[in-house]
């Protein structure tokens, strides 16, 4: 700031060639921390010229806040977007894998075309990452090549997340497109790092063979009754069979049990379309829309696209729902944003809501949160939480708050907790003559329209919790005056943090604003963790009620001293609960995350591989396919020895060669060099009918297509081996252990397969060499 | 190097320098006792140099570090009871909250256990008089320096568990080793004369044990599970049941129960009727004793075998995540097939236990000395699950990042 004046009277050509000197220092090799100042003073400068606006105190501070390894916890409306533009700055300097991540595509394109022109200005490049529709995938339109080689990336984390896992998947060095990892700004950092956490990217595929037992099974299961057949538990998150029921499906399938192997798949089936019709409850945990099942991301009601819950269960939601089958696939590549987001060697984010969770913030990635004054102090009033018996009194008791507020003209957003309550509510709403805007997953895509309006004088708007990060509401002028923008909470969400976020949409920069939490005891986090003698008292509650049904008074809060803790109570237990999760999937990953570094760099490895180090590699392979099938068949009979030949080394080999040589069968010790003759045999002809380089391009897409085919199977194994080994988490056996010693079992039984499929490809592949244009076809067996 | 390697020596350094520390405050004596007649009066009871050996302290003599792992140890134990007996609410707690039940616990014990030494040694204390009153403060002070003490042992252990290898178990190491020789001679008030054939025969008996033992320590029966949530290629899913899974627990614990009537009685000092028969059923040298020590040891190897396996919530949780047993109905019926299965093992499993705490008492009957055997036994066997633990984990450790596709 003392440079103001300095660069305030530089040219624009002085200013731009900045930029140049400051790339010649860094790679003279000073230190990044050093030319903070100028640079930081040189991009608050090119703002004020190119954008017209210029960087408060505040936002500097914060700029300086997030250069490295630090959150900067900025109360919404503060000009976040702005402020980031310092530091992606100063990182940009130092070349490509600079990105800054948002929560959706749209602000990631929208602020790289507005921000972008200050870099561009500056002489830096800039791209945006994300494609316009959201969609990721091959035929999305990115030019992946142009994003990846700019230096500063405006993107979100889902299109960064599949981008690195499909660089993955490339079998070519020309198909990797992401440059070394250097800085990471985050947009939002806790919805990103916290909430998001566990959810792993799943590049799925693969499928399996497809089971017709999803519909058979969900018409059984519906002529189950509640509490004969099947039992819930006391949150509804589990059910399960009774003895009465399993027998009674035996009877209805007309077997003797259902409990054998035999029968276990449709045990399987069964099982799962119990659960799917009986606790994944539609609009709350999914929605139905163009013929399809997607999922909802709970902490902020959005739609999760291309994820499906695994092992066939999004299949039996599929057949509940009497919507097509889609194939089961399984999980190819996989990463959760906590391993992705740690192989940046500098991270930081921003937000409105970190304080909270600061102490896990700085165990989990070692970010410090520093909260940044607001530019102008909030006066924004929180009113207290009023609680209520039932929901229906709660709905009823907001609605005059909310007519007032609309016969005043003063703007009104109410949240609510799934998409099936805001439904709920848009028609109690309607019923009252009142006209609103409805935001969830299913109108998501009308998202910029419907919260541009929602600072209007008179607006009400009725959303998920997707309302609570995104694009700004503006107010209109005359908004301030009637008391700013009135935030109505209908249901405390899984964690005070989303409920802080609610919170700061009113009152930004300043304005005034209002905030109520109205709560009730049906609410979902109080029927999930609520104290015993809570639940009874709703019972005994909504008995009374019943007998005493009043429709003209007004619903009285319960304020009772004991009440008065319950709600926040529910939500510490929600939280405690996600935080120990979270961290276990953090341990459990750890163990992934090495298996799949050791992969990935040997893939890297093999793609450029010289021919006497593969076929070194390829030696050590067809060695343990052999003594892996020697161990497990040692003294077995002429047929399975000529059965693993012909079927893994060579297709023409005769029978009549084993019967001849008959004694071999005996002598192990010369068993093993007798395939191994055999293979070497094979490979040679194999090799013979290629040109050089090309055999070699052949045995590189052998390795890794084997590794991958491999890889893609233990991904999942590692995947769902994080439930079971949950389950052996009794009697001073750590769980992390557990998963590490298993996962370790499984990498090894995955090594054992891969070899077996490598040496399978690599003999038995058939070459066909196209004469006129020297290209090879290759048919894998 | 490469940085697990790296990882590993400095646990390991942790680890040594935290055992130094402690050793080295093995011996830091308390300054308002006098020495030779506290060591008098503690050393008049046997059982607490046997708790004492089996848990790292020396509450023979009057030291800073006296307490040793004990309040530690139990306090582990009595949270894992907790968890067991009220696992919903034990479960809602923050990690915090939890912290604070294990420290409140271990706390409580660790007073109880200073009360214990203080009594005993209470003729054992030089005045230290408050200036200018007649106030003795020896024994406060006392009080408060050993306490502070066993605190400062607990979080050495956190410490170790957290930096170093072996968990919090490694400080027992030293005192374990050490103590060994000690009592093969004389643990059992009876002597085992060490001539070189007793010698031998000794060192023919330990070994065959340990390899016995260190094989029969990771046995356990695989029940095979089906899992209908899930859907694994390459990990077949099973339930353990170890054969041993107590471990040594037994063993570190039933001296104590044994030798506490006999503690009893000898602090009391009168010799009424029952008192004789009560120090009858608790020695180790008469038949009737004996059966009340193999009681004992099955008994601890059932509660703490039943604790790990907890079959009633184990049936309740595969019941809840769809899982199953082939041809047993969820709920009631896996239950008592658990059940059933736990006493099967825990029959063999404590058979083991008898024959290593039972048999050397029962042939010390005819043979002189050889009862010794039986603490000895046991030693070697806490000695084995120890370093079991700390080789996983170091394994564990060591092996973390290598992965070979080619081995």
Redesign the interface.
């Known amino acids: 700031m003392a440079l103001h004046d300095d660069y305030a009277a530089m040219t624009d050509a002085d200013l731009q060639a900045q930029t140049k000197q400051f790339q010649q220092q860094l790679s003279a090799g000073t230190a990044l921390a050093d030319i903070l100042v100028p640079a930081y003073a040189t991009v608050a400068e090119a703002d004020q010229r190119v954008l017209g606006m210029r960087p408060y105190d505040t936002q500097i501070l914060g700029a300086v806040v997030m250069a490295d390894r630090n959150v900067a916890e900025m109360k919404t409306g503060e000009g976040k977007t702005l402020m980031a533009t310092l530091p992606m700055y100063l990182h940009g300097l130092t070349g490509p894998g600079n990105f800054l991540i948002t929560a959706n595509a749209y602000l990631a394109n929208r602020d790289a075309a507005q921000m972008g022109r200050v870099y561009r200005w500056l002489g830096l490049t800039v791209q945006a990452g994300a494609s316009a529709s959201g969609q990721t995938g091959d035929d999305d339109g990115r030019d992946k090549q142009a994003i990846y080689s700019a230096d500063i990336v405006y993107t979100t984390n889902g299109a960064l997340g599949f981008d690195y896992l499909i660089d993955n998947l490339a079998s070519t060095p020309a198909d990797q497109y992401i440059p070394p990892f250097q800085f990471a700004l985050l947009d939002e950092v806790d919805a990103v790092l916290l909430d998001m956490a566990s959810m792993p990217l799943i590049i799925s595929g693969a499928p399996?063979v497809q089971s017709n037992l999803y519909t058979l099974a969900d018409d059984a299961i519906r002529l189950l009754t509640e509490d004969v057949d099947y039992e819930l538990?006391d949150d509804t998150k589990?059910v399960?069979?009774?003895?009465h029921g399993?027998d009674f499906l035996a009877q209805y399938f007309a077997v003797p049990?259902l409990?054998?192997?035999p029968r276990?798949a449709l045990?399987?089936h069964l099982?799962?379309a119990l659960?799917v019709n009986f606790t994944l409850v539609r609009d709350r945990d999914y929605v139905v829309a163009d013929n399809q099942v997607y999922l909802l991301d709970l902490s902020n009601g959005r739609k999760l696209t291309g994820m499906k819950l695994?092992?066939?269960?999004h299949q039996a939601i599929e057949a509940k729902e009497h919507v097509p089958l889609t194939p089961q696939t399984r999980a190819m590549a996989s990463i959760t944003f906590q391993n992705l987001f740690r192989m940046f060697p500098q991270l930081a984010g921003m937000t409105g809501t970190a304080m909270t969770d600061a102490a896990e913030l700085q165990e989990t990635y070692g970010l410090q949160v520093v909260p940044i004054p607001t530019h102008k102090p909030s006066i924004r009033v929180d009113r207290p939480d009023q609680l209520f018996p039932t929901v229906r009194a709660k709905v009823a008791a907001t609605l005059p708050i909310v007519r007032a507020a609309h016969a005043r003209q003063q703007p009104v957003l109410i949240e609510t907790g799934s998409v099936s309550m805001s439904v709920l509510y848009s028609r109690v709403l309607l019923n009252e003559g009142l006209p609103h805007n409805l935001l969830n997953a299913r109108s998501a895509a009308k998202e910029a329209q419907i919260v541009a309006e929602a600072g209007r004088l008179g607006a009400i708007t009725v959303a998920t919790s997707m309302a609570g990060r995104g694009t700004d509401i503006h107010l209109d002028p005359a908004v301030p005056g009637l008391g700013g923008l009135l935030v109505i909470g209908t249901e405390r969400m899984s964690s005070a943090r989303v409920d802080n976020q609610l919170r700061g949409r009113a009152g930004r920069q300043g304005y005034p604003g209002a905030t109520q939490f109205f709560t009730s005891l049906e609410d979902r986090i109080m029927i999930e963790?609520a104290p015993k003698w809570v639940d009874k008292f709703r019972l005994h509650y909504t008995a009374q009620e019943a007998a005493q049904a009043s429709g003209d008074t007004l619903p009285q809060p319960l304020v009772k001293s004991k009440f008065r803790r319950v709600v926040a109570k529910a939500q510490?237990?929600t939280q405690?609960?996600q935080?120990?999760s979270r961290f276990q999937t953090l341990q459990f990953d750890e163990v992934f995350r090495?298996?799949r570094?050791?992969?990935y760099s040997?893939r890297d490895r093999v793609m450029v591989m010289a021919a006497e180090p593969l076929n070194a590699?390829f030696q050590?392979?067809l060695g343990?396919a052999i003594t892996d099938f020697l161990a497990d068949h040692s003294a077995e009979s002429v047929g399975v020895l000529g059965d693993f030949i012909i079927n893994h080394i060579d297709r023409h080999f005769r029978l009549n060669e084993l019967i001849v040589n008959r004694t071999l069968m005996t002598r192990q010790k010369e068993l093993r060099p007798y395939l191994a003759a055999l293979a070497q045999k094979q490979w040679e002809k194999q090799a013979d009918q290629l040109p050089e380089d090309q055999f070699l391009a052949f045995q590189r897409l052998v390795f890794l297509r084997a590794?991958d085919n491999a890889w893609i199977?233990?991904v999942?194994?590692l995947q769902?081996?994080k439930?079971?080994v949950g389950?052996?988490a009794?009697?001073?056996r750590d769980p992390t252990?557990e998963y590490?010693?298993?996962a370790?079992?499984?990498?090894?039984?995955?090594?054992g397969?891969?070899?077996l499929r490598a040496m399978t490809q690599l003999l038995l592949s058939e070459l066909h060499v196209d004469p006129a244009s020297g290209s090879v076809d290759v048919t894998f067996p | 190097m490469s940085s697990n390697k790296r990882l590993f020596f400095r646990r390991l350094a942790y680890t040594l320098a935290v055992i130094a520390v402690y050793q080295l405050g093995q011996h830091v004596y308390l300054p308002m006792v006098n020495i030779t007649a506290a060591q008098r009066a503690l050393s008049g009871v046997p059982f607490f140099r046997l708790i004492a050996m089996t848990t790292g302290g020396q509450m023979g003599v009057p030291m800073l570090l006296s307490l040793g792992m004990r309040p530690y140890m139990t306090a582990m134990i009595l949270v894992q009871a907790v968890q067991t007996v009220a696992a919903d609410s034990y479960g809602?707690?923050?990690?915090k909250q939890q912290g604070y039940i294990a420290r409140g616990i271990t706390l409580a014990l660790a007073v109880v256990q200073v009360v214990e030494m203080l009594v005993v040694m209470r003729q054992a204390f030089i005045p230290i008089w408050l200036p200018g009153t007649r106030i003795d403060l020896a024994v406060p002070i006392a009080f408060v320096l050993l306490l502070a003490g066993g605190m400062f042992t607990t979080w050495l252990a956190d410490e170790n568990t957290q930096h170093g290898i072996g968990g919090t178990v490694v400080l027992i190491l030293p005192s374990l080793i050490a103590s060994m020789p000690l009592l093969l001679q004389n643990g059992l008030g009876v002597s085992f004369p060490l001539t070189l054939v007793h010698l031998w025969w000794t060192a023919g008996i330990s070994a065959a044990f340990f390899l016995i033992m260190a094989y029969l320590n990771q046995a356990e029966l695989r029940i095979p599970l089906?899992?209908?949530?899930?859907?694994?290629?390459?990990?077949p899913?099973y339930?353990?049941i170890?054969l041993l899974?107590a471990g040594a627990m037994p063993f570190m614990f039933s001296a104590a129960f044994f030798a506490f009537p006999a503690f009893f009685t000898a602090t009391t000092g009168a010799r009424a009727g029952w008192q004789k028969v009560l120090v009858t059923w608790t020695s180790f040298n008469t038949w009737q004793g004996i059966t009340t020590y193999a009681v004992i040891v099955i008994g601890l190897g059932y509660a703490f075998g039943m604790?790990?396996?907890?079959p009633v919530q184990?049936a309740k949780?595969?019941?809840?995540?769809?899982?199953?047993i082939?041809?047993?109905?969820?709920?009631?019926?896996t239950e008592a097939f658990l059940m059933h299965q736990f006493w099967v093992m825990s029959f063999y499993g404590n058979t083991v236990l008898l024959l290593i705490g039972v048999l050397p008492l029962v042939i010390g009957l005819w043979i002189p000395g050889a009862a010794n055997f039986s603490q000895f036994l046991g030693m070697i066997y806490i000695l084995i699950s120890i370093v079991d633990m700390i080789n996983?984990?170091a394994g564990?450790l060591w092996?973390?990042?290598r992965?070979d596709?080619?081995?």
């Open positions: 399996r538990s589990q399960w069979f009774t003895d399993i049990t409990l054998d192997k276990r045990y399987r099982v799962m659960k695994e092992a066939g269960l963790h510490k237990v405690n609960g935080r120990s090495l298996q570094q050791y992969i040997l590699l050590k392979v343990r590794l199977e233990q999942d194994t769902q081996l439930t079971v389950d052996r009794r009697g001073q252990f590490q010693k298993e370790r079992r499984a990498f090894r039984t995955m090594s397969d891969f070899a | 809602q707690l923050s990690f089906q899992r209908t949530l899930t859907d694994i290629t390459y990990a899913s339930m353990p170890r899974p604790m790990n396996l907890q184990e949780g595969m019941r809840k995540a769809g899982d199953y082939l041809n047993v109905h969820p709920g009631d019926e996983q984990q564990a092996n973390k990042d992965y596709l080619f081995a």
